[in-house]
């Protein structure tokens, strides 16, 4: 967290786990408090909605990035930019179709941006700090649900889309954070199969793994 380079890749694993975490512990509350509708009402409208968002999170990654050649800074923005519209959507007077609109949104946002923080911290080292890279970003998915029981579900009794205007805020957070002259350099679209078989071809590399 001390390194200048991993930093805002970090920070946005953080905020990410953190906006996905928010968004599956508390959706169940928030389906049954603000629709006022039974467990078992809460359970089906949840439970389509969660796979709405997987779905929308696996055709971001297996459809969208394959087929365009999108820049990582253009999957941190387009993901940001998406997952903000979609945590709005939560944010406004609320309905069945609404909620599983706004899901959906936001796993195809996170099936956006995630890649774009990996790959992005994976080009802000260098070859032999590759592995260190992978697993500290990696490490960030954790945090959330670690921290969101924590800070949350206390904002979640106060106000019930306090969790959201939660989200919504730090994913402006990263929106700034792009503005940032370290940004620039992800402006080219990385090859990554070209990355792999230039670090695999050159022995030196090999003891490090």
């Known amino acids: 967290m001390f390194d200048v380079r991993l930093r805002p890749f970090l ?4 905020v990410l786990s953190l906006t996905q975490a928010a968004v599956m512990q508390v959706s169940a509350f928030f ?16 439970g389509v909605a ?14 969208v990035i394959p087929r365009f050649d999108l820049s990582v800074r253009s999957l941190l923005s387009s993901g940001i930019w998406i997952s903000l519209v979609g945590n709005g959507l939560l944010l406004v007077p609320l309905t069945t179709a609404s909620f599983v609109l706004a ?8 099936g ?13 080292v260098d070859t032999n700090e590759q592995g260190a890279a992978a697993g500290y970003i990696s490490s960030t998915a954790a945090v959330g649900i670690i921290f969101v029981p924590l800070i949350a579900m206390p904002l979640y009794l106060i106000e019930p889309t306090a969790p959201f205007w939660l989200a919504f805020i730090l994913s402006i957070a990263m929106v700034v954070m792009l503005r940032s ?4 350099a992800l402006s080219e679209t990385v090859d990554s199969r070209d990355v792999e078989e230039k670090s695999l071809s050159d022995p030196s590399n090999h003891s490090r793994y």
């Open 103 to 110: 899901m959906t949104i936001i796993g195809f946002g996170m």
């Open 11 to 14: 920070f946005m694993g953080v």
């Open 31 to 46: 389906i049954m408090d603000t629709l006022h509708v039974s467990s078992e009402e809460t359970a089906q409208i949840v």
């Open 50 to 63: 969660m796979m709405a968002m997987a779905m929308a999170t696996m055709f971001a990654q297996l459809v």
């Open 112 to 124: 956006l941006l995630r890649p774009g923080v990996a790959a992005g911290a994976s080009l802000a």
């Open 181 to 184: 002259n370290q940004m620039d």
